[in-house]
């Protein structure tokens, strides 16, 4: 189990270095290829930067208030906290803010850049669903995220990805405008043509394939997670029955989005089983492992 | 000789801020344990004060009973007055086994059961249980790091020099192993 995690950790280790690789060759190729000047790079990396970071800085916020989630009460959620306490005692935490959201679908997640400003939330759904050993398997992956330092390595992915989209998106205006131009001086300009082909290929191709190395991060996370979550417990079938708790139930978290997905234990939006051809290719465009494949794997420990 | 001397003394730093992060290194699991340690006395603590109120939640209902409430109350006592870790490991355990019974025997008194404050005790005192038991955990993994540390290479050498002993690990009994069975 102890080599899992510490495999699991490598392999996502790798992920988010061969996406620093990918963003800094898009980034040469259209530079290169495009002219470009290192001006437009530079303002999309401040900006890409920025933008993430303040994001990062004020993730928790943000996610809370977007999820309507009100903190949690020490004596009518009493159980909650002493699962957060005890797993926080076992994992050498600070205990993180405990939140509770009304709403009937069993979910949560965790936010906070790091375990001293951490945060999770819980639906009522879940208080109500779940019983001691799978809310405390629950719990226990959402300190995973905490643990792991989650949300720092979605910032970088986010980085990376708004680096690419914007990357694009100044060289497709900036062609645009000064397109008719250079067209004239250069005609005949054999490499920087082809150049220019791969630069442009790259302008169509590169957002989308940030985009799936983001979720492929995402993904290895959560299993990440869910491993860590069970070396804290060191009880499997806990966070078992509450996976397979999850994977019963239908009802959807009414303020689940598109922009908060990656955070929650269970992908909100994806309720409805995928089935046929385009579910191979669908699953690259999720952020969380399918819930059997998660289950099967703690079943193998 | 000029480039000589410049060589030896970068070596020198290095050797020099290896030792002061090793240490610190050292320093860090050593204090852990520490805290580790700490938390199980607090844990501890916890649950000798939580039972006279459920001693006394307990009686206004089933004040018949009076073994089982006995045994706790007697089973609380030894483990405060013990003397040295293997005493107070077994009054520990005489702790659980006796409020195992306890909660048992509460299935039969169904007034006892809906009592809020009855059931407050019974949250608190389960988790309280749980966290004994990650207490350990969190100790034992602890005691895992910091000996795999000063036995490692080349923290070895550091830590023999100023005297870093392996520390021993927290052993629980069978009986003290398992959590208390509860039913909810």
Redesign the interface.
């Known amino acids: 189990m102890y080599d899992q995690v510490v495999q699991n950790k490598r392999r996502s280790a790798v992920l988010v270095l061969a996406f620093v690789v990918f963003t800094a060759l898009v980034l040469i190729a259209i530079a290169y290829g495009l002219g470009l000047g290192s001006w437009g790079i530079a303002i999309a990396v401040v900006l890409a930067t920025g933008g993430a970071l303040a994001a990062y800085w004020k993730s928790d916020a943000i996610a809370l208030a977007t999820s309507r989630a009100r903190p949690a009460d020490p004596i009518e959620f009493?159980?909650l906290h002493?699962?957060v306490?005890?797993?926080c005692?076992?994992?050498?935490l600070p205990k993180p803010r405990v939140y509770v959201i009304d709403d009937p679908a069993p979910n949560a997640f965790a936010t906070g850049r790091n375990p001293a400003h951490a945060a999770i939330a819980v639906t009522t759904g879940l208080l109500q669903k779940m019983?001691?050993v799978e809310l405390e398997g629950v719990v226990a992956h959402e300190l995973s995220h905490v643990k792991n330092y989650d949300t720092l390595v979605a910032t970088l992915a986010v980085i990376m990805v708004g680096v690419v989209t914007l990357i694009a998106d100044l060289t497709w205006r900036f062609h645009w405008l000064s397109g008719h131009r250079r067209d004239n001086d250069n005609r005949n300009a054999g490499p920087g043509a082809l150049l220019a082909v791969v630069g442009i290929v790259l302008l169509i191709v590169g957002p989308i394939v940030a985009r799936l190395m983001h979720l492929a991060i995402s993904r290895r996370r959560e299993s990440l997670a869910d491993l860590s979550a069970v070396e804290m417990t060191?009880y499997p079938p806990g966070l078992i029955s509450a996976l397979e708790k999850l994977q019963g139930d239908n009802t959807v978290v009414r303020s689940g989005s598109r922009a908060t997905a990656h955070m929650w234990i269970e992908d909100p939006l994806a309720k409805e089983p995928e089935e046929g051809n385009w579910a191979r290719l669908n699953r690259l465009f999720n952020t969380h492992p399918p819930l059997e494949e998660r289950i099967a794997a703690l079943r193998e420990l | 000789m000029g480039i000589v001397l410049l060589i030896l003394l970068v070596l020198i730093v290095a050797v020099v801020l290896w030792a002061v992060f090793n240490y610190n290194g050292l320093i860090r699991f050593k204090n852990r344990i520490e805290a580790a340690w700490a938390q199980i006395d607090v844990q501890l603590k916890r649950r000798h004060d939580l039972i006279p109120n459920l001693v006394e939640t307990v009686k206004g209902y089933a004040g018949h009973e009076r073994d089982t409430l006995e045994a706790v109350i007697n089973a609380r006592n030894r483990a405060m007055t013990a003397s040295g870790p293997a005493e107070a490991a077994a009054g520990e355990n005489m702790i659980s086994q006796a409020l195992g019974r306890l909660f048992a025997l509460s299935e039969a008194y169904p007034d006892l059961k809906a009592n809020q404050g009855f059931q407050q005790l019974q949250e608190e005192l389960t988790a309280t249980e749980d966290k004994i038991a990650y207490a350990r955990q969190f100790y034992n993994d602890s005691v895992f790091k910091y000996n795999a540390k000063i036995q490692q290479f080349p923290s070895v050498i550091f830590a023999n020099m100023l005297g870093f002993k392996a520390r021993e690990y927290f052993e629980a009994d069978d009986e003290s192993r398992g959590p208390v069975q509860v039913k909810f």
Do not use: D, H, V
């Open positions: 009493a159980r002493n699962l306490e005890g797993l005692i076992a994992s050498g019983n001691r060191r």
